[in-house]
């Protein structure tokens, strides 16, 4: 159903994995930084022409870094073979 926001049914799928690991990537290299995934905390998704998932993760800088809370937009094309968007990454706590 397009249109609203739904929870994301498993939150432990791979394919979760992958996005939050996009978003910490282009994150990453936008602002020269070295953010490490450490969990998908929790996310959902809305059907457009696409999908848009909006994720809450934990992440932690370098390898002792203490763990903050971001939450990324990213926007899936619906043709697989173009890119992911990322919408928008922002720390929240």
């Known amino acids: 159903m397009e249109?609203?926001?739904?929870?994301i049914k498993d939150i432990d799928d791979p394919s979760v994995d992958d996005i939050a690991?996009?978003?910490?990537t282009r994150n990453n290299k936008e602002n020269n930084s070295a953010l490490k995934?450490?969990?998908v905390v929790s996310g959902e998704s809305q059907v457009v022409c696409g999908i848009i998932f909006r994720l809450i993760i934990d992440v932690s800088e370098g390898d002792d870094?203490?763990?903050?809370t971001y939450e990324a937009e990213v926007y899936q094309p619906p043709w697989r073979d173009n890119p992911l968007v990322l919408n928008y990454f922002?720390?929240?706590n």
């Open 3 to 7: 249109g609203g926001w739904f929870p």
């Open 21 to 24: 690991k996009f978003a910490i």
């Open 37 to 39: 995934l450490q969990t």
């Open 65 to 68: 870094g203490d763990i903050k």
């Open 90 to 92: 922002k720390l929240i």
